[in-house]
Protein backbone atom coordinates (compact mmCIF):
# COMPACT_ATOMS: atom_id res chain seq x y z
CA UNK A 1 0.00 0.00 0.00
CA UNK A 2 1.13 3.52 -1.09
CA UNK A 3 2.94 5.36 1.81
CA UNK A 4 0.57 8.40 3.42
CA UNK A 5 2.36 11.61 3.26
CA UNK A 6 1.96 14.22 6.12
CA UNK A 7 3.11 17.70 6.29
CA UNK A 8 3.66 19.18 9.48
CA UNK A 9 6.36 22.22 10.97
CA UNK A 10 7.84 21.53 14.26
CA UNK A 11 7.22 22.83 17.46
CA UNK A 12 3.81 23.03 19.68
CA UNK A 13 1.79 22.12 16.40
CA UNK A 14 3.26 18.71 15.64
CA UNK A 15 3.55 17.84 19.13
CA UNK A 16 -0.12 18.35 19.73
CA UNK A 17 -0.63 16.96 16.63
CA UNK A 18 1.32 13.66 17.32
CA UNK A 19 -0.69 13.42 20.44
CA UNK A 20 -4.11 13.35 18.41
CA UNK A 21 -2.23 10.89 15.98
CA UNK A 22 -1.45 8.97 18.96
CA UNK A 23 -4.76 8.66 20.07
CA UNK A 24 -6.19 6.94 16.89
CA UNK A 25 -2.87 4.50 16.87
CA UNK A 26 -0.41 5.80 14.84
CA UNK A 27 2.83 6.83 16.08
CA UNK A 28 6.01 8.65 14.97
CA UNK A 29 8.74 7.49 17.91
CA UNK A 30 11.38 8.68 15.53
CA UNK A 31 10.25 12.12 16.05
CA UNK A 32 11.23 12.12 19.25
CA UNK A 33 14.53 11.08 18.75
CA UNK A 34 17.78 13.88 18.51
CA UNK A 35 17.75 13.95 14.44
CA UNK A 36 18.32 16.14 11.32
CA UNK A 37 15.90 13.97 9.70
CA UNK A 38 13.43 15.87 7.26
CA UNK A 39 11.37 12.72 6.12
CA UNK A 40 10.48 10.27 9.42
CA UNK A 41 8.52 6.74 9.30
CA UNK A 42 5.21 5.66 11.29
CA UNK A 43 6.03 2.90 13.61
CA UNK A 44 3.64 1.20 11.35
CA UNK A 45 5.25 1.91 8.32
CA UNK A 46 1.94 3.46 6.58
CA UNK A 47 2.70 6.99 7.14
CA UNK A 48 5.78 9.42 6.56
CA UNK A 49 5.99 12.88 8.23
CA UNK A 50 7.90 15.41 6.63
CA UNK A 51 8.85 18.35 8.52
CA UNK A 52 8.77 21.84 6.67
CA UNK A 53 8.23 25.74 7.23
CA UNK A 54 4.83 26.54 8.54
CA UNK A 55 4.12 28.69 5.44
CA UNK A 56 5.42 26.04 3.40
CA UNK A 57 2.86 23.28 4.94
CA UNK A 58 -0.34 24.14 2.06
CA UNK A 59 2.04 24.47 -0.97
CA UNK A 60 3.41 20.84 -0.21
CA UNK A 61 -0.12 19.82 0.47
CA UNK A 62 -1.58 21.64 -2.63
CA UNK A 63 1.09 20.19 -4.86
CA UNK A 64 0.56 16.81 -4.15
CA UNK A 65 4.29 16.20 -2.39
CA UNK A 66 1.76 15.54 0.95
CA UNK A 67 -1.21 14.03 0.75
CA UNK A 68 -2.51 15.42 3.98
CA UNK A 69 -1.02 18.36 6.61
CA UNK A 70 -1.85 20.19 9.54
CA UNK A 71 -1.20 24.14 9.65
CA UNK A 72 -2.53 27.12 11.38
CA UNK A 73 -5.51 28.88 9.53
CA UNK A 74 -3.09 31.63 9.94
CA UNK A 75 -0.75 30.57 7.21
CA UNK A 76 -3.77 29.10 5.30
CA UNK A 77 -5.38 32.21 4.26
CA UNK A 78 -2.20 33.68 3.42
CA UNK A 79 -1.12 30.79 1.24
CA UNK A 80 -4.32 31.15 -0.41
CA UNK A 81 -4.00 27.14 -1.48
CA UNK A 82 -6.58 25.30 -3.32
CA UNK A 83 -6.40 22.23 -0.56
CA UNK A 84 -9.64 20.06 1.28
CA UNK A 85 -10.25 22.22 4.92
CA UNK A 86 -11.72 19.44 6.53
CA UNK A 87 -10.78 19.23 10.51
CA UNK A 88 -10.58 22.23 12.61
CA UNK A 89 -8.24 20.72 15.02
CA UNK A 90 -9.28 22.72 17.96
CA UNK A 91 -6.01 23.76 19.41
CA UNK A 92 -3.53 26.39 18.65
CA UNK A 93 -5.91 29.13 18.77
CA UNK A 94 -5.13 32.56 18.34
CA UNK A 95 -6.39 35.56 16.76
CA UNK A 96 -5.59 37.83 13.47
CA UNK A 97 -6.28 41.44 14.82
CA UNK A 98 -5.16 45.27 13.76
CA UNK A 99 -3.07 46.55 16.05
CA UNK A 100 -1.42 49.99 16.74
CA UNK A 101 -1.38 53.26 19.05
CA UNK A 102 -3.86 53.88 21.57
CA UNK A 103 -6.89 55.79 20.22
CA UNK A 104 -5.90 55.52 16.78
CA UNK A 105 -8.85 56.05 14.23
CA UNK A 106 -8.33 53.48 11.54
CA UNK A 107 -11.67 54.56 9.80
CA UNK A 108 -10.04 58.79 9.73
CA UNK A 109 -7.22 58.05 7.69
CA UNK A 110 -7.15 58.51 4.11
CA UNK A 111 -4.90 55.94 2.99
CA UNK A 112 -3.57 53.61 5.70
CA UNK A 113 -0.03 51.65 5.65
CA UNK A 114 -0.19 48.38 7.33
CA UNK A 115 2.64 46.36 8.10
CA UNK A 116 2.65 42.91 8.84
CA UNK A 117 3.98 39.07 7.57
CA UNK A 118 0.65 38.60 5.86
CA UNK A 119 -0.22 40.82 3.52
CA UNK A 120 -2.44 39.08 1.62
CA UNK A 121 -4.61 38.02 4.47
CA UNK A 122 -4.40 42.39 5.24
CA UNK A 123 -5.10 43.48 1.85
CA UNK A 124 -8.02 41.70 1.40
CA UNK A 125 -9.45 42.61 4.94
CA UNK A 126 -8.93 46.25 4.24
CA UNK A 127 -10.68 45.80 0.79
CA UNK A 128 -13.61 44.13 1.91
CA UNK A 129 -14.17 47.13 4.36
CA UNK A 130 -13.57 49.23 1.49
CA UNK A 131 -10.21 50.94 2.53
CA UNK A 132 -7.17 51.82 0.63
CA UNK A 133 -4.27 50.18 2.24
CA UNK A 134 -0.40 49.99 1.46
CA UNK A 135 0.57 47.02 2.94
CA UNK A 136 4.37 46.40 3.62
CA UNK A 137 5.84 43.06 4.18
CA UNK A 138 8.13 42.48 7.35
CA UNK A 139 9.49 38.85 8.72
CA UNK A 140 9.91 39.87 12.52
CA UNK A 141 8.63 42.28 15.12
CA UNK A 142 5.99 44.28 13.17
CA UNK A 143 5.57 45.77 16.78
CA UNK A 144 8.33 48.20 15.80
CA UNK A 145 6.78 49.69 12.48
CA UNK A 146 4.04 51.80 14.16
CA UNK A 147 6.88 53.24 16.86
CA UNK A 148 9.13 54.35 14.38
CA UNK A 149 7.00 55.82 11.87
CA UNK A 150 7.34 52.92 9.16
CA UNK A 151 2.96 52.27 9.22
CA UNK A 152 0.36 53.80 10.74
CA UNK A 153 -1.39 50.21 12.36
CA UNK A 154 0.45 46.97 12.17
CA UNK A 155 -1.88 43.23 11.25
CA UNK A 156 -0.31 39.82 13.28
CA UNK A 157 -1.73 36.84 15.25
CA UNK A 158 -2.22 37.98 18.91
CA UNK A 159 -2.62 35.17 21.36
CA UNK A 160 -2.56 37.01 24.92
CA UNK A 161 -1.77 40.72 23.39
CA UNK A 162 1.23 40.87 26.22
CA UNK A 163 3.80 41.90 23.65
CA UNK A 164 1.64 44.38 22.19
CA UNK A 165 1.06 46.33 25.53
CA UNK A 166 4.58 46.15 26.52
CA UNK A 167 5.28 47.83 23.25
CA UNK A 168 2.75 50.16 23.85
CA UNK A 169 0.41 49.00 21.45
CA UNK A 170 -3.56 47.69 21.77
CA UNK A 171 -5.82 46.01 19.49
CA UNK A 172 -7.77 48.34 17.55
CA UNK A 173 -9.95 45.93 15.53
CA UNK A 174 -10.39 41.50 15.80
CA UNK A 175 -10.35 40.05 12.34
CA UNK A 176 -10.34 36.40 11.88
CA UNK A 177 -9.91 33.50 14.90
CA UNK A 178 -7.08 31.35 14.48
CA UNK A 179 -6.44 27.35 15.21
CA UNK A 180 -4.74 24.37 13.97
CA UNK A 181 -6.72 22.82 10.90
CA UNK A 182 -6.14 19.38 9.15
CA UNK A 183 -5.87 19.43 5.23
CA UNK A 184 -5.36 17.25 2.35
CA UNK A 185 -4.59 17.14 -0.93
CA UNK A 186 -7.60 17.10 -3.33
CA UNK A 187 -6.71 14.25 -5.92
CA UNK A 188 -5.50 12.60 -2.90
CA UNK A 189 -8.60 12.70 -1.03
CA UNK A 190 -9.65 10.74 -4.00
CA UNK A 191 -7.01 8.51 -5.37
CA UNK A 192 -5.80 7.44 -1.52
CA UNK A 193 -9.75 8.18 -0.38
CA UNK A 194 -9.74 4.05 1.39
CA UNK A 195 -6.93 4.74 3.50
CA UNK A 196 -7.33 8.98 4.03
CA UNK A 197 -11.03 9.00 4.79
CA UNK A 198 -11.10 6.60 7.70
CA UNK A 199 -8.47 8.60 9.05
CA UNK A 200 -10.06 12.01 8.88
CA UNK A 201 -12.82 9.93 10.10
CA UNK A 202 -10.64 9.06 13.29
CA UNK A 203 -9.08 12.19 14.06
CA UNK A 204 -12.48 13.94 13.84
CA UNK A 205 -13.97 11.54 16.52
CA UNK A 206 -10.41 11.97 18.51
CA UNK A 207 -10.96 15.98 18.88
CA UNK A 208 -14.58 15.46 19.48
CA UNK A 209 -13.71 13.33 22.64
CA UNK A 210 -10.83 15.56 23.94
CA UNK A 211 -13.43 18.31 23.70
CA UNK A 212 -15.91 16.52 26.04
Excluded at 28 to 37: E, G, L, M
Amino acid sequence: MEKIKIALTKGRLAEKSLKVFEAIGINFSAFYKDSRKLILPSDCGQYEMILVKALDVATYVENGAADIGIAGKDTLLEANANVFELVDLGFGKCRFAVAGSPGFDIERAVKLSVATKYPRVATEYFQQKGKQVETIKLNGSVELAPLVGLSDVIVDIVETGRTLKENGLEVLENMHSISARLVVNKASYKTKSETLQPFVEGIKQAITVSEG
